[in-house]
């Protein structure tokens, strides 16, 4: 396999364009899709017909708008290029009306009560900046959804209005140095994602799985991570295969999939892709955990992309790396060799800094949902409060200019390892905090908290929105200042003094920083419940309406619809565990305890010992008795949650009420598993799932 004969085979990209399309169409394109041109509506049709026939020699027959509504995943509608011609015969026919505007049903869709269900007419429309793209014989035309009446029921839309926002705020800081060559400033992100394989077998058989992502029972395995002897490991060769075939899909869709291990928990492993601009790492984000999907299946596993699929083992994140860089390909988050010098990377730096710190909420509500809950702040992923690491240098850096002292800085140490054979290897000047929500790492800030299974637009919304408004405020003051280096040193300066508690470089794991972030003032928003609610706070209705990335409107409908999903998400696994329980465990104990009763009765006869049958035999009838309780006390507060009209009302009772009580119904079935002879349980064990591949 040769890759670059293979990488993009299925994109219509640059190279593809310029074979296709006239020199004057892909010229006007290209203007679209690198400097944020108006699309010029003239050529659409010839585009349009380059597309289908680029497609039909690909052996496509259909075409979708593949856009994200607000579920999370994608969508598409299929669509044949067939059309009649005389004589009742066919042609592959394909307007340029038809690659700008397709139509969906858009009551059907989470509208946040936007949309009523006799509402029905949305569009998807064309989105030029993404490239156009060949899956399972369909043209995937990447577009975004909107209704009848102009309201956003995306995520692509909203993402693409916060790169505006930031580009044109980021020009403004620019331009205050004298660079007036940067046309362009764009957001970069790369993605890593981590997930779990296991055999599809084991994934059937489990209902909780099949039906809530997790398993909602299941008792600690003899051998869980302890060993750390996974991460990192040998990798097995049923999941080497499955990651070369991942690997040719996605780079046959032209993403840039590079890194690939083991991660710390059994049958857990990890993918990066090389970094790019941010709504084309959000496409291909999606496109990986669709092909990832569809790859498993074909080599009989299953890839559960959950936040928390098993107990007592690491969950799943997403690390977001994101960045901002000019059309000249500087990275603007890159210190240089003098950070201290470099008051242009100062000041975006501490746009970072002041963001993080005034829009907290934020931040935290966007990594919100029923899965992440389980794992952030589980010492295997950074806890719910935000901060920001900056490491030992660029904390020093910002120390010395808040103090008014030189910084003298570090010369790179290197480390001598005491083998010979071995190079010297510089030293970093700054490790990396792997417990932090919000780190920076070189020249770029990683954001750690978000689940597996989210859409990176939503926490890119955030983030380039929140920098955005901040770089706005500083260019507003800096542009009206005589002296701009006074200026510039005294803003830095006293942004450091106000938003300096949000920065920390120890362990966000620990007790005591949780103590000291509750004497800074820092925020801590344990669940979903508590968080989302503030999504539609005065201050960030402005922010968003200020920038224009969202209207009140499309900020009270999104915050319905992530209220609604939390408390659907908790219905379906609440009435998943009273169906395992009542109709598998429950069954299941009893025929092993009548077993056992027999044993009792035998033994008895023939005067033997029964003391340990008979401490069995009450252990799992009471634990047993109090499962089944537990199970009518979910089934009667999951009837008394859906008489709550209010959404955050509603969120808040199954995070105090419903939630307990399903970790109540769980600890004693997972003890009773502790305690049923195998043969008797109705489904696989953790050690069965975990170790399968």
Known sequence: MKVPEIFGANVFNFQVMQDKLPKEVFKSLKETIEKGAMLDAGIAGVVANAMKDWAVEKGATHYTHWFQPMTGITAEKHDSFISPAKEGKAIMDFSGKELVVGESDASSFPSGGVRATFEARGYTAWDPTSYAFIKDGTLCIPSTFFSYSGEVLDKKTPLLRSMRALNEQALRILRLFGNTSVKRVFPTVGAEQEYFLIDRKM??????????????????????????????????????AFM????????????????????????????????????????????IME?????????????????????????????NNWSMSTDKGVNLLDPGSTPAENGQFMLFLMAVVKAVDDYQDLLRLTVTSAGNDHRLGANEAPPAIVSIYLGEELTEVIDALEHGVKYEGKSKQIMRLGVNTLPELPKDTTDRNRTSPFAFTGNKFEFRMLGSTFSIAGPNIIVNTIVADTLRGFADELEKADDLNAALHELVVRTIKKHKRIIFNGNNYSEEWTKEAARRGLLNLKNSAEALPRF?????????????????????SRMEIMLENYCKVLTIEGLTMIEMGRQDIYPAVNAYVLDLCRTIEHKEKASLSVSTEKKIVERLSKDNERMFCKAEEIEALLAEARSYADAAEQAKFFAEKIIPVMEEMRAFADDMECYTAKKY???PTYADILFSV
């Open 203 to 240: 994934y059937d058989a489990r209902k909780d799985l099949v039906l809530s992502g997790r398993t909602l029972f299941g008792a600690k395995p003899p051998k869980g991570q302890e060993l750390e002897d996974h991460y990192f490991g040998p990798i097995k060769l049923r999941v080497s």
């Open 244 to 287: 070369k075939e991942l690997d040719e899909e996605l780079w046959k869709l032209g993403i840039f999939a590079k890194t690939e291990h083991n991660e710390v928990a059994p049958s857990q492993h990890e993918l990066a892709p090389i970094f790019t601009v941010t709504n084309l790492a959000s496409d291909q984000n999606q496109l």
């Open 291 to 319: 092909t990832m999907k569809k790859v498993a299946s074909r080599h009989g596993l299953y890839c559960l992309l959950h936040e928390k699929p098993f107990k007592g083992v690491n969950g799943s994140g997403k690390h």
């Open 536 to 556: 539609a706070d005065k201050k960030n209705v402005e922010l968003f309406e200020r920038n224009k990335v969202f209207t009140e409107r499309e900020v009270r």
């Open 681 to 683: 349980w109705p489904f």
